[in-house]
């Protein structure tokens, strides 16, 4: 790919185009003096499409059947001259991406079975096991829930144990069982929601269950840009905190904090480990979403996804003036990601569930928080009257909430504001 020719000016993305993309290359067109064109493919058995279409972000819409890869080439070829880079950043739609990538072959992406192996748990997982033992936990694939089945889970795995689907993403249908009676209580419950929760969440993947060694620990991740020769560069450190830290039967993400406090050498011990499942996978021009568990002085990876990480723009943008969504092209075209050495403050993400699962009778304290000084924005997603459930059951969040200050203390000091101030009821 000639890096000096006009013609090549086209950054496409795959079935969504996320907030603030379309500003990040739009700014950093202007700063190159290069024209730079934003292409938008999407799937044209998508519902909704005129709503998709009514948006000016982007230059070019190519509606495709993804099933079909002669008509996804057909819809690419008089575009070959002049794609500069391609990405997906959307967990569920990797499979889509996988299937574009054939057609692409002069653009600098992932290969189809790196971006396979990270979307499917269970693969990954053998990926790791095959390059290093000591960076992932015991795993094993679920094949039904039988008397039988669950004796070999538990011969294999011991308690307590994570029960969870390969492809899925946001803790949803993810349990921990301490015995058998909550083992057989996870699966008939998983068995029976697991094709709709798929099909909701757009997996075209085959539903599938494993089962994985419970790893008691501080959960921390980091996203990461990977280049064409395996080099990988590190955004700071995120701790989350999930739902059954604070007492809820639930491992939704409840809390996203950057950058840590971690030291220097126990955060290098971390990107060691992160990197070595990146290699595992064979993760090349993408940007990596790493998730890690710290066990005392020993690091595992819980899993990695080739894309950008829930929350990550906003907080990485906030806290250290990264630009996440430029960094993610950056990478592909290759060029080298902008990643400050110092930060300028701390910025944290929370996820609000209910603590028990019914129709939302009342929402009390929205006002309230907004008028806090690490108060950056709110998204509400259920209003009264909408039946909640945990993740675990594939529910989705009351609401979510980005919060920004200079200062660690004061920041932490809102958080317990927030909690004190939340009044929801549940019928």
């Known amino acids: 790919m000639a890096q000096g020719n006009p013609k090549k000016n086209i950054i496409a993305y795959v079935v969504s185009l996320p907030p603030g993309a379309a500003e990040s290359i739009r700014a950093y067109s202007k700063r190159e003096k290069q024209k730079l064109r934003i292409m938008l493919i999407i799937d044209s058995r998508t519902k909704g499409k005129d709503k998709i279409k009514k948006n000016k972000d982007f230059d070019i819409l190519i509606e495709v059947d993804f099933s079909k890869p002669h008509k996804i080439a057909s819809a690419l070829l008089p575009y070959q001259d002049e794609l500069r880079a391609i990405t997906c950043r959307t967990e569920s739609h990797m499979a889509k991406f996988a299937a574009v990538l054939p057609h692409v072959p002069y653009l600098r992406t992932p290969s189809t079975e790196s971006i396979e192996w990270a979307s499917d748990k269970l693969k990954m997982r053998k990926r790791f096991a095959l390059y290093d033992k000591s960076i992932t936990p015991k795993y094993t694939a679920v094949k039904e829930n039988s008397k039988k089945e669950r004796k070999r889970i538990i011969e294999k795995i011991g308690f307590p144990m994570v029960v969870k689907p390969a492809n899925l993403a946001q803790s949803l249908l993810v349990s921990i069982c301490y015995h058998e009676e909550e083992l057989d209580k996870a699966l008939r419950s998983s068995f029976r929601k697991i094709k709709k929760i798929y099909g909701e969440n757009g997996r075209t993947e085959l539903p599938t269950l494993m089962a994985e060694e419970y790893m008691e620990g501080t959960m921390y991740s ?5 280049n064409s020769r395996g080099t990988v560069y590190f955004c700071p450190l995120v701790r989350t905190k999930t739902g059954k830290e604070i007492g809820h039967d639930d491992f939704y993400g409840y809390l996203q904090m950057t950058p840590t406090v971690l030291k220097k050498n126990t955060v290098e011990k971390a990107r060691e480990v992160a990197e070595k499942g990146v290699h595992a996978l064979g993760l090349r021009n993408t940007t990596a979403h790493i998730e890690l568990m710290k066990l005392e002085d020993d690091w595992k990876i819980v899993e990695i996804g080739a894309r950008v990480g829930g929350f990550r723009p906003k907080l990485h943008q906030l806290s250290c003036d990264i630009d996440h969504s430029l960094n993610d092209v950056l990478i592909r075209l290759p060029k ?25 009778t009342k929402l009390q304290g929205i006002k309230k928080i907004q008028e806090l000084k690490s108060f950056v924005e709110i998204s509400e997603i259920k209003k009264l009257g909408d039946r909640c459930r945990f993740a675990k059951n594939g529910g989705k969040a009351v609401f979510k909430m980005v919060l920004y200050n200079k200062d660690r203390a004061k920041l932490l000091a809102d958080i317990r504001r927030i909690e004190q101030l939340v009044d929801i009821k549940i019928k």
């Open 222 to 226: 980091v996203d990461a840009y990977v």
């Open 336 to 360: 080298k990601p902008v990643i400050p050495k110092k930060c300028k403050g701390y910025a944290a993400a929370m996820k609000w569930y209910p603590k028990k699962e019914g129709v939302l």
